[in-house]
């Protein structure tokens, strides 16, 4: 759609000097979740989505590429991706996204489809439906966690996960399991995308899948072969479950150096991907490296702050992070 009498037009013009926005997000959920609460509901969703259709230009990831390259962007471009392949991307976000007519990308993590569980997730969901008011950790090498309220239990999640987050994809699952049987609870299996309902969701006409890896590694902490067969795998995946060619992908959690380097951007050229996204903060504008793409999300509780930083970004177009790779 259009975008008809924006004010993002004057901030991003078209053509050569053109800027393109690429909005993350991960999930939707029902209602608000006193555990995310910076993650949107249904309500908030559609709200921003409905804003986003009438400020911005909304194009596929890949035209928006292409565009970019060729100096043909319209004004106000802007794109909408989903990070790891949550379900509710099909019944909440698809359903709204189709609503508007508004295109988006899906970066699956394709090992967590059919039941599979993100180590993160495992962790919340322990956290969230524990009935112990404490959890001592430190047999662990992680902390005591105090449970008593709502406010406790997210500060926990927010300890916890940066403590686990950079190590091997195997020390992450053990520690998430242990922390679940040390809260006594079995954490849900139908959180991520079967097979057939992905199948479902890239049928949709505005929905693309992307890969993103197999198991979600950060890269760069990753051995070598291991974060090629990640990367290329997922790929290869994808390709067999959808019977055509997938040729978008995102780096994990995606910071240039800190998650990622110069080395995995050359592996994604290699496996064939055409774009690849990272979760540099900015806005893309040529020349840009199309296996780095920046991503930008202004997280405004509200709509007239989430419109302010959107512009704000807009207006100073800060440089994004990218890793100078050999040709």
């Given amino acids: 759609m259009a975008a008809r009498l924006s004010p993002y ?4 013009p078209g053509g050569a000097t053109a800027k393109l926005d690429i909005f993350i997000f991960h999930r939707v959920y029902p209602s608000i979740d006193p555990l995310a609460p910076g993650e949107p509901d249904v309500a908030r969703f559609e709200r921003l989505i409905r804003f986003l259709s009438v400020a911005c230009t909304l194009l596929p990831l890949a035209e ?3 565009r970019l390259a060729a100096g043909t962007l319209p004004a106000a471009a802007a794109c909408i991706t989903f990070d790891d392949g949550y379900a509710d991307n099909l019944t909440l976000a ?3 996204l189709a609503r508007f007519n508004a295109p988006a990308t899906i ?4 090992g967590y489809l059919d039941g599979g569980r993100m180590w993160n997730d495992t962790v919340i969901e322990s956290i969230r439906s524990t009935s112990a008011d404490r959890l001592d950790l430190g047999d662990l090498g992680l902390p005591v966690v105090e449970l008593t309220t709502i406010e406790q239990r997210r500060e926990a999640i927010g300890m916890l996960l940066p403590l686990i987050k950079y190590r091997s994809v195997e020390e992450r699952i053990f520690l998430s399991d242990a922390i679940a049987r040390r809260a006594r609870v079995t ?4 959180l991520m995308l079967t097979t057939p309902r992905m199948r479902e969701l890239a049928a949709a006409r505005n929905i693309t899948i992307g890969a ?3 198991r979600h590694p950060i890269l760069a902490s990753a051995p070598s072969d291991e974060a090629q067969a990640e990367i290329s795998g997922s790929r290869t995946d994808l390709e067999a479950i959808l019977q055509r060619g997938v040729d978008l992908f995102a780096y994990p959690n995606g910071r ?3 998650d990622y380097r110069a080395e995995h951007v050359e592996m994604v050229r290699k496996a064939g991907f055409r774009y690849a996204v990272s979760t540099a903060q900015g806005v893309a504008s040529a020349p840009a490296d199309p296996l780095q793409l920046p991503r930008f999300t202004p997280w405004g509780e509200t709509l007239p702050k989430f419109s302010l930083q959107l512009a704000r970004a807009l207006w100073r177009a800060p440089a994004s ?3 100078q790779v050999a040709a």
Avoid: C
């Fill in 212 to 214: 993103h890896t197999r």
């Fill in 64 to 66: 928006a590429g292409d």
């Fill in 321 to 323: 992070r990218t890793l």
């Fill in 256 to 258: 240039p150096d800190k």
């Fill in 94 to 96: 698809a359903p709204i």
């Fill in 107 to 110: 970066f699956v993590a394709t």
């Fill in 9 to 12: 037009r004057l901030l991003s």
């Fill in 187 to 190: 954490p849900p299996s139908d």
